[in-house]
């Protein structure tokens, strides 16, 4: 999950061009956890259920990533990471 996360967002720096590894690290947490808490049986075809969880992970990127790490990421950014993180999670958390 954190080599889909880093993939996503190369090219994106923290705030006065810092290193957001531990960021992306700790964002990888989140997001399994995320679909750990909200996947119920054949999520993967449940489009409620992945909306919920698209819902959460866009909510982390704000209040966390944005506001709480000074990382601001463009709405199209966070759907393309939230994209990918939610194939890998198919193909490995179904």
Sequence with gaps: MFNSLQNAMSGITGP????IRPVLA??????V???KTLKVVNWTENV??????????DDYFFDVVRDQH??????EQIDAIVDA??????ARMA
């Design 16 to 19: 006065q061009g810092g290193n």
């Design 26 to 31: 700790a964002a990888a947490l989140e997001l």
């Design 33 to 35: 956890s995320i679909v």
């Design 48 to 57: 409620d259920v992945q909306n919920a969880m698209r819902n959460r992970m």
């Design 70 to 75: 000074g990382i601001a990421l463009e709405p």
């Design 85 to 90: 993180v939610l194939k890998v999670a198919r």
